[in-house]
């Protein structure tokens, strides 16, 4: 039987590719349990620099299985429902939780569970023409793994809105000028592309990376002040590394650092 999701490391890039391309890669129980396993293995993974999250065929993801609710619902199973959402919001949180930085490589539609899979991404590019939004309101569906609350910090709230009360799809150059994806490239060229950004960040130190990400990341949901304090103490912490001092010797002696996340 085909795995759901495979793991592919290289260059300290490690890239996790949703497979179940025919059915354009729904978020079943069974994937994601999959995906939760291996979210805990790359943490744990000091070769991983980056993750990068992508979908095989042509979807990234269509979204959560509606074939295992009904399943469920046909069994009079409400609460195998409701456990299998908390499951798969505990694992979006996960992702979007990884001390290295993670970036979406979309490929393909991405709607519902496959927008909330993005909003818990660091960085996003894009394949033109892609079409991406929240859609489960076409189908008298909640969203259940961060999507009612992830898109209004990543997504304008009138943006943010609109998608999530139509159920609608837009574009990911719409998506680009709203905020949510950084870049979007020809599809041809799309792993080109997402293989530069992911081997940039690789280079860099992985524990200033996991330092900076945490702080970013607090700060969207502190204060001015509070965010600050978390910031200079992330600086103390990191000052004592070997990362700190190869990066200040290797300007010193105008060479590129060697970092080793220690």
Request: aromatic content about 4%.
């Amino acid at each position: 039987m085909t795995a759901p999701v495979l793991v592919d490391h290289r260059g300290g890039v490690s890239w996790i590719t949703l497979n179940r391309p025919a059915q354009l890669n729904p978020l079943s129980l069974g994937l994601m349990t999959e995906l939760s396993d291996m979210l805990d293995d790359v943490a744990k993974d000091p070769s991983c620099r980056v993750v990068v999250v992508t979908g095989a065929g042509r979807a990234f993801s269509a979204g959560g299985d509606l074939d295992d609710f009904r399943g469920s619902l046909d069994a009079g199973r409400h609460d195998l429902v409701t456990d299998s959402i908390a499951f798969a919001s505990a694992t979006l949180t996960k992702l979007e939780r990884l001390p290295q930085p993670v970036i979406a490589a979309v490929n393909g539609i991405a709607v519902a569970g496959g927008l909330e899979m993005i909003l818990c991404c660091d960085l996003v590019v894009a394949a033109a023409g892609t079409r991406i939004g929240d859609g489960h309101l076409r189908y008298g569906v909640l969203p259940g793994g961060g999507g009612a609350v992830r898109s209004m910090h990543r997504l304008p709230p009138a943006a943010a809105k609109e998608l999530l009360l139509t159920g609608g799809l837009t574009t990911a150059e719409q998506m680009h000028a709203w905020g949510l994806v950084n870049r979007v490239v020809p599809g041809p060229e799309l792993v080109a592309a997402v293989e530069e950004l992911a081997g940039r960040l690789a280079r860099l130190s992985p524990l200033a990376l996991a330092h900076v990400k945490r702080v970013a990341n607090a700060a969207l949901d502190r204060c001015v002040d509070d965010a600050l304090v978390l910031e200079q103490e992330a600086f103390g912490e990191y000052v004592r590394s070997h990362d700190f001092r190869e990066g200040v010797t290797a300007f010193a002696e105008k060479r590129e650092p060697v970092f080793r996340g220690e």
